[in-house]
């Protein structure tokens, strides 16, 4: 087994055990947790394959000893405390002993359950920041594409104000003699404004001063004052 990786969980209630405060107990428990197997494993006994099962792990108060730094007959004082509160299981095989952790799993979870609902997190968290990223972008083109039409729309609706030769060289395209000045200074009087509209295309009011001329409607702002 490579201890070397992985990891182990330690519960908030060993703070709540008599030994807590020695610190050599806290050091050889979580020493054990470290070394025991997490997934059953095959030990080699007197030319026989010896099943290890999870929680389980072959060792000698010698090798925890030099592991831990503990002396040795404290190691095995501390070994038998551990027993006689129920929380390991001691058996010996000659020149070492095979120490079962008991209720392991309520000390340590399959590292793979601890791994799936966390990996579910980040994929429904990443999954939620590309489609957040998706409804951005897509907001972002929408944007974009209204902002063009507002400045299409702004430009097509724009008005530019004619020139006087302009409107008489356009008049002329439609058989009228127009004063392009007459037309320009009355408008530009009035602010190019049609009634309380801002007028859009000064063509179709060249050709409306047609259509008043031919049928005698009074055009000109002098006439207007005549009339009125």
């Not at 007959?73 to 129920?86: G, H, P, W, Y």
């Not at 209720?103 to 799936?116: L, S």
Request: glycine share 4%; net charge positive; hydrophobic share 30%.
């Amino acid at each position: 087994m490579d201890d070397s990786k992985g990891w182990i969980q330690l519960h908030r209630r060993l703070m709540s055990k008599g030994w807590y405060k020695d610190s050599e107990y806290v050091h050889l428990w979580i020493h054990l947790l470290l070394s025991a197997n997490h997934k059953p494993n095959e030990w080699l006994y007197k030319d026989k394959m010896m099943k290890i099962e999870r929680g389980q792990l072959i060792t000698s108060r010698k090798s925890i000893g030099v592991s831990t730094g503990i002396e040795r007959n404290k190691v095995e004082r501390i070994l038998k405390c551990f027993e006689s509160e129920q929380q390991i299981k001691q058996q010996n095989l000659f020149t070492s002993r095979l120490i079962t952790i008991l209720n392991y799993d309520d000390y340590q979870k399959n590292e793979q359950d601890f791994e799936q609902p966390v990996s579910s997190k980040r994929a429904a968290s990443e999954q939620r920041v590309s489609t957040n990223n998706n409804v951005n972008n897509v907001n972002n083109v929408n944007n974009v594409k209204i902002k063009k039409e507002n400045i299409l729309k702004e430009k097509s609706s724009h008005f530019q104000k004619p020139t006087p030769q302009q409107i008489t060289e356009y008049a002329q395209s439609i058989s009228f003699e127009l004063d392009g000045n007459q037309f320009f200074d009355y408008y530009e009087s009035k602010g190019w404004m049609i009634g309380k509209n801002k007028m859009k295309d000064w063509k179709a009011a060249v050709r409306t001063w047609k259509q008043n001329d031919s049928q005698n409607k009074p055009n000109d702002p002098t006439i207007l004052e005549r009339v009125i």
